[in-house]
């Protein structure tokens, strides 16, 4: 088993201006919002969670969709012949965060791998707890930098802004001010202080499908630009990946914790991936709270929907949860095949 160390996931520790003279602890009490933003979410627009019941109902037919075919063989090194391209760019506010540069090399690293591990191509996916070698899966979708912007000039998916805060803010001005169209392109803001409350160790949040804000331009993935790629160490830039779940409509693995009552309903309950068993707590590695849950199942703790300190895998549910969420109206557009050419990555 490759060990690897990790920071925290969404909220690292590390303190104020004082932290290098105390230990800190590793863990925050609060880590990835995801959860709990898309809560209060659904409880401020009851019809975005209508929707978000509406497209569970889709996701009968894309099991089916499974059955039905045969499965993908898959090679080394990103896929020639992707099956869904998503088009994106970057807004970067400020080039330095927590003393890491942000530049496009970095960017262009933490896609390209960010690409890898969805597709499964990263030594990891072979090394996972056997007990998932059945269900482990992966996605033939590739991230790619837009190269043309929304009036049809030349870009290279990266833009550069003064520094600014604030993008995990569900009502950021940045975002509602410097978003390109969210039926066009993948959103992502990097930023060092995610929530404009001087805390710069947050790394990312991601909200699920919702057309109502697509529609508002606030569809997006917030991301701390010092753990991106080669600014961290190799198993903590998967939290991008993690990010990018998140905005194909997957959940924490860890969502409701563990209970018994919970088994039977798994398709409604948690995460709502049946191949992912339920977790006590987000703390839950090899080397701290222990891989068996409270019905003695060994869980997936190496998921890209858990804090772990390996990430290696996606599962089968959660595949054909990401396939449902592009099939959805806020994110169908963005692989569509005209949109490809309108961004010019229909290469």
Request: hydrophobic share 35%; net charge negative.
């Amino acid at each position: 088993m490759i060990n690897k160390l990790t920071l925290s996931i969404c909220a690292l520790v590390i303190g104020t201006s004082s932290y290098a003279q105390a230990k800190q602890p590793e863990f925050a009490a609060h880590h990835c919002k995801a959860g709990e933003i898309n809560a209060q979410h659904y409880r401020n627009f009851p019809a975005a969670l209508e929707e978000a019941e509406q497209r569970l109902q889709g996701l009968a037919a894309v099991k089916q969709a499974r059955e039905n075919s045969a499965a993908e063989v898959s090679v080394m090194g990103i896929s020639a012949s992707p099956k869904y391209i998503i088009p994106v760019v970057f807004h970067v506010y400020g080039t330095v965060h927590n003393g890491d540069t942000v530049n496009d090399a970095v960017i262009i690293d933490a896609l390209y791998k960010t690409n890898e591990d969805f597709q499964g191509q990263t030594a990891d996916f072979a090394d996972i707890d056997p007990e998932f070698a059945a269900v482990k899966d992966s996605l033939n979708i590739e991230f790619r930098l837009a190269r043309l912007d929304p009036e049809g000039n030349p870009t290279s998916g990266i833009i550069y802004y003064p520094e600014s805060s604030g993008a995990g803010n569900y009502s950021s001005s940045d975002v509602k001010n410097d978003h390109w169209d969210n039926y066009k392109y993948m959103n992502v803001y990097i930023q060092n202080d995610l929530y404009a409350d001087g805390v710069t160790n947050n790394s990312g949040v991601a909200w699920y499908p919702d057309s109502g804000m697509s529609d508002d331009g606030l569809a997006r993935v917030t991301y701390n630009g010092a753990y991106l790629g080669t600014n961290t160490d190799e198993n903590f830039r998967s939290v991008l990946t993690h990010e990018f779940g998140h905005f194909l409509d997957l959940i924490h693995t860890f969502e409701g914790g563990c209970k018994r009552g919970a088994v039977k309903r798994c398709a409604s309950t948690g995460d709502k991936s049946c191949d992912t068993p339920q977790q006590n707590s987000w703390q839950m590695n090899p080397g701290d709270g222990g891989i068996l849950n409270c019905l003695g199942e060994t869980i997936n703790w190496q998921n890209f929907m858990a804090y772990s300190d390996q990430y290696a895998n996606y599962t089968q549910d959660q595949v054909d949860r990401m396939v449902n969420g592009l099939g959805s109206p806020a994110r169908q557009t963005l692989w569509s095949a005209s949109n490809l050419v309108a961004t010019g990555t229909d290469y």
